[in-house]
């Protein structure tokens, strides 16, 4: 591997372990319903596979409309950017390029991939000061040219 990869890679070491998500709807957009009838709280747990090439993440939500999830980064030295392969259990396979830098996380996809691109989605996150929290929510477009709309906050709280 070489030292700007594995470099790249080492930076992404901050998101391993289990994390508890948790969703938050704008406004009186009802949530998936999560035990109990409120909002959903996840789990997700993000893991070094392959000889530490992939950052992989697994995400499980005891809600019946909120999907399950598998997502694979890899690093592109010859860029300095990330690579998010997204698939989940309705399905649905996507690409979002990822950047983490100072402790912010970004999702970004605004082109067509394994699927359509009816609209665009943005996730940004933010580590806290001590890596046990990402304060974080999803927007939405639906032309390239629109402003970003927020769709939904999700957190991320450490475990242990």
Do not use: C, K, N
Not at 45 to 67: H, K, N, S, Y
Not at 91 to 108: E, I, K, N, S
Request: net charge negative; aromatic share 12%; glycine share 14%.
């Amino acid at each position: 591997m070489s030292g700007e990869r594995a470099e790249m890679l080492e930076r992404l070491d901050v998101f391993i372990g289990e994390w508890v998500l948790e969703a938050r709807f704008p406004g009186d957009r009802p949530p998936p319903t999560g035990p109990g009838g409120g909002g959903p709280t996840g789990r997700s747990r993000f893991e070094w596979a392959l000889d530490g090439q992939v950052l992989v993440q697994r995400t499980e939500i005891p809600a019946p409309a909120a999907p399950d999830g598998l997502m694979v980064v890899r690093a592109d030295p010859g860029t300095g950017t990330y690579t998010q392969h997204y698939f989940d259990s309705r399905g649905v396979a996507r690409l979002y390029a990822m950047t983490f830098d100072g402790g912010v996380w970004t999702l970004t996809r605004e082109s067509p991939d394994f699927t359509p691109l009816q609209f665009h989605q943005r996730f940004t996150g933010t580590f806290s000061e001590d890596a046990g929290t990402i304060t974080g929510g999803w927007e939405v477009r639906f032309d390239s040219t629109g402003a970003w709309e927020h769709d939904f906050a999700l957190d991320y709280r450490r475990v242990g």
